[in-house]
């Protein structure tokens, strides 16, 4: 799906560090794509469990996830492992309450981010700003060792692309 490829814009990773700090490892990637030096990319399979104990980052850490959206649901199981294991793992799909993968997101206590106002332009392989999305996306954070709940913090898109 050519959406699988599409380049998170640098506006939104700039918003996570800001609330969250500094990322350390992009774990959906490639070297066109990549938002941190360190990467997981598609040939190294970012769903094999290796990849938490044999990486250049240690928990407490904050990782990136844009998984691929023809399939998420795997990855946000894989984000939720490495939650689990100590990593802060912040990411962002589309906003769809009614799949198993928002359910995974809210069942592991999640903060649950929806962006409202507008909808993200992703970015294509030249690094310009996609046409045709046509969904509400939501960033999700899952903190380290996992929150006790659920919460949910609406964002607007301005406050994403403020300078």
Not at 44 to 58: P, V, Y
Not at 92 to 99: E, K, M, Q, V
Request: with cysteine; net charge negative.
């Amino acid at each position: 799906m050519a959406n699988d490829t599409w380049r998170t814009p640098p506006e939104v990773i700039a918003f996570i560090e800001s609330k969250f700090g500094e990322m350390q490892i992009d774990l959906c990637s490639s070297d066109e794509n990549k938002v941190c030096d360190s990467f997981i990319d598609e040939s190294a399979d970012f769903l094999n469990d290796d990849h938490i104990f044999n990486t250049n980052t240690w928990p407490g850490q904050i990782a990136w996830c844009n998984p691929p959206y023809s399939n998420p649901l795997p990855f946000v199981q894989q984000c939720i492992k490495w939650a689990k294991h100590g990593y802060a793992v912040a990411g962002i799909l589309n906003f769809d309450p009614s799949t198993k993968w928002f359910v995974e997101l809210i069942n592991a206590k999640a903060l649950i981010m929806p962006i409202i106002g507008g909808r993200i332009a992703f970015l294509d392989g030249d690094g310009n700003p996609g046409k045709g999305n046509n969904k509400p996306q939501f960033m999700f954070y899952l903190a380290p060792f996992l929150a006790q709940s659920t919460q949910t913090e609406y964002i607007l898109k301005g406050d994403i692309y403020a300078k």
